[in-house]
């Protein structure tokens, strides 16, 4: 077999699995509770329902969401942008990984975890559901 062959599909497979990690940190964030993580990175934990929405500056898919998180922010002001460069220490605790990762918090605990970019319309249906 080509040398060149086997360094592609070693390449390949350790790109997946750090795709699957990510994943699975995210997966696995789903239940924490979250008011007290949020209380010591100075973030208020006074809403019922919250949208973390962690972004860089780098990032294409984060640019095309901000216009909706912005908008959203002008009527929820449960909705918050974290730029994982400021907001480091949260992100690693939460173990972000990627940006854009939104967090949807009810309750005090994570609901879940959306990696990538999302429509403004998945944004609205956890803020507006009951």
Not at 57 to 71: L, R, T, V
């Amino acid at each position: 077999m080509n040398i060149f062959i086997v360094i592609v599909m070693i390449i390949s497979v350790l790109i997946v699995f750090f795709q699957l990690s990510v994943y699975y940190k995210a997966y696995k964030l789903k239940g924490t509770k979250i008011n007290k993580i949020l209380k010591e990175e100075g973030l208020s934990d006074q809403y019922e329902k919250r949208i973390l929405f962690f972004h860089s500056e780098s990032c294409g898919p984060c640019k095309q969401m901000m216009p909706d998180i912005q908008g959203l922010m002008k009527t929820h002001s449960n909705v918050l942008p974290l730029d994982v460069g400021v907001f480091f220490n949260l992100a690693k605790r939460l173990s972000v990984r990627a940006t854009p990762t939104t967090i949807f918090i009810n309750k005090g605990q994570v609901e879940k975890v959306l990696l990538g970019r999302q429509s403004l319309k998945v944004l609205e249906t956890f803020l507006n559901q009951e």
